[in-house]
């Protein structure tokens, strides 16, 4: 994959885009979980944690007596050299002792953001070109991604889904790079490693990763790379799942126990498919996949040119998401109300986020089938309108607000918010921040006067009123230690802003470059090589 121009812009309009958003949260207890297993190998050499009296269940006693996170290792490995980088550079600002961790931090959570995600921008363009994609329509495909699937919501997270994303597209470009190229080998070797990590990260994320094998043993030139393929890769996978097994039994005395397990029997959860959850993670008004993954409508027009090994995937993808689902319906995964908020099923965006790549193809397609088909182009316009606008909406505002404005009506004995559904009431909630009353909308009138609600639910009240914007957010004072000096505050701000008009210009200069040829027109001379087949992906 040669970097070109669109390459470039779409790049910078993507990391500048990610700068005025607001950094992953670090102090949410997942993602503080992991961290303190990261710096336990990077201080002390070990894996141990101090035990959270208040999240017990995510600290462990293991049989030796000691503690450990519930969560896989694989996030944690990913974080050593952020953290250790960010530790380098917090001692750099002159602040204090207790700004220098809360510095750390979010050192970390920026750095962290812009590696996966950038990382996450070229892996999806290098997918789209080995579609055949010219270099203007696969860079402009990496934005559309972005902006209507998953990615764009779970993107602004320190939880694995867009570093599982990460692996699995990486997987995806790799395997299709072989076998067009005739290097099925090495790109064994390279896969193994992926899904490796992506076993330490993510544990269902088998159920994507299944799929993306099945399209690249469909692109392969016949049945001896298949095996060299296979062979290769798991030469690589074995030793990592031993990795996981090996800590598994340090954990919990059983190398296939994991953290879920040992979690689920702690409270007596054991699987039985739910209809009523299949239906609320599949097209359900308050996080159902449907409203945050609209391209996956267009996969159908992918097929339109027949080409074999697209087909496949494509098919391989749907059915293994498929399979996701419904062993997601076998847990009672939410609560009335829907639990996740205004974010989308999390347990399925690598997989979405997969699934949209092949569904830039089809929008490609539908637009190219006016005469036959009148509806087609918009349709496929419709779809990434729409798509766009719902993973827009959940940036303003906090995912979980409506969730709290259930929880505070039913504290203050009220009626509950109207409309019940997540998806309507984010928009009726976006309309009432922009008059500024969004606490007002939150917190009933009964229960506004001081004292009437304890410091931590207050505070997580004023945290999910607040703009999800920087300089919103920068003044916060949640957390104890989270006291900034005001001149750092006014300095990110300033950047923050300077951000913003430079996103805006990028977006004016880069998407006019982008699209001075029309993506939907083939290009010449631009594509990978087809394989020795004569096939392409």
């Not at 579609?131 to 699937?149: E, I, Q």
């Not at 996956?296 to 992918?302: V, Y």
Request: with cysteine; proline share 7%.
């Amino acid at each position: 994959m040669t970097v070109r121009h669109p390459l470039i812009w779409v790049t910078l309009l993507m990391l500048l885009a990610f700068a005025v958003l607001t950094p992953p949260p670090d102090h949410v207890i997942d993602t503080q979980l992991r961290l303190r297993v990261t710096r336990a190998m990077l201080e002390t050499g070990t894996l141990e944690i101090d035990n959270d009296p208040a999240f017990s269940h995510l600290t462990p006693q293991s049989p030796n007596g000691r503690h450990y996170c519930v969560y896989p290792i694989g996030q944690s490995l990913v974080l050593l050299p952020l953290d250790s980088t960010a530790k380098t550079l917090s001692y750099v600002i002159p602040v204090g002792a207790i700004e220098q961790r809360t510095l750390r931090d979010c050192l970390t959570a920026w750095m962290y953001f812009w590696t996966i995600n950038g990382l996450l921008a070229l892996a999806v363009y290098g997918v789209l070109r080995r579609l055949r994609l010219s270099r203007r329509s696969a860079a402009l495909g990496t934005l559309a991604v972005f902006f209507t699937s998953l990615w764009l919501i779970w993107s602004r997270s320190m939880q694995e889904e867009t570093l599982a994303a990460l692996l699995l597209v990486s997987a995806l470009y790799f395997g299709l790079r072989g076998a067009q190229s005739g290097g099925v080998g090495r790109s064994g070797l390279v896969i193994g490693a992926l899904f490796g990590l992506l076993a330490n990260v993510r544990y269902n994320g088998a159920f994507a990763a299944l799929g993306v094998m099945v399209w690249v043993l469909a692109a392969c030139p016949d049945m001896k790379s298949r095996v060299r393929l296979v062979v290769a890769a798991a030469a690589v996978l074995i030793p990592a799942l031993g990795l996981a097994g090996w800590y598994n039994t340090l954990r919990f005395g059983s190398a296939a126990e994991t953290g879920y397990q040992a979690y689920g029997a702690s409270i007596g959860r054991s699987w039985a498919f739910n209809l009523a959850d299949f239906g609320a993670l599949t097209g359900g008004s308050d996080f159902g996949l449907l409203w945050f993954a609209l391209p996956l409508l267009l996969l159908p027009f992918a097929f339109a040119g027949k080409r074999r090994t697209l087909v496949i995937g494509v098919c391989a993808l749907g059915v293994t998401l498929l399979l996701h689902v419904i062993f997601l319906s076998g847990f009672f995964m939410h609560e009335p109300g829907g639990h996740f908020g205004y974010c989308g099923p999390r347990y399925l965006a690598h997989g979405a986020i997969l699934l949209a790549i092949p569904g830039w193809v089809g929008a490609r397609a539908a637009m190219r089938m006016g005469r036959r088909l009148p509806l087609a182009p918009r349709l496929a316009a419709i779809a990434l309108a729409a798509g766009a606008l719902f993973q827009l909406a959940g940036v303003p505002l906090q995912a979980e607000i409506e969730r709290y404005q259930d929880a505070m009506a039913n504290y203050a004995e009220t009626p509950p918010p109207r409309p019940a559904a997540y998806v309507p009431r984010r928009f009726k909630n976006l309309l009432i921040a922009a008059t500024g009353k969004i606490r007002e909308e939150t917190v009933p009138e009964k229960i506004r006067e001081p004292g009437k609600l304890d410091d931590l639910t207050a505070e997580r009240i004023a945290n999910a009123c607040t703009p999800n914007l920087l300089p919103w957010r920068l003044p916060l004072q949640g957390r104890p230690h989270a006291v900034l000096p005001a001149w750092l505050i006014a300095a990110v701000s300033a950047l923050w802003w300077a951000a913003l008009a430079g996103l805006v210009g990028m977006m004016l200069v880069g998407l006019r470059r982008l699209t001075s040829r029309s993506p939907m027109r083939p290009a010449t001379g631009q594509n990978p090589p087809a394989d020795k087949t004569g096939q392409t992906a």
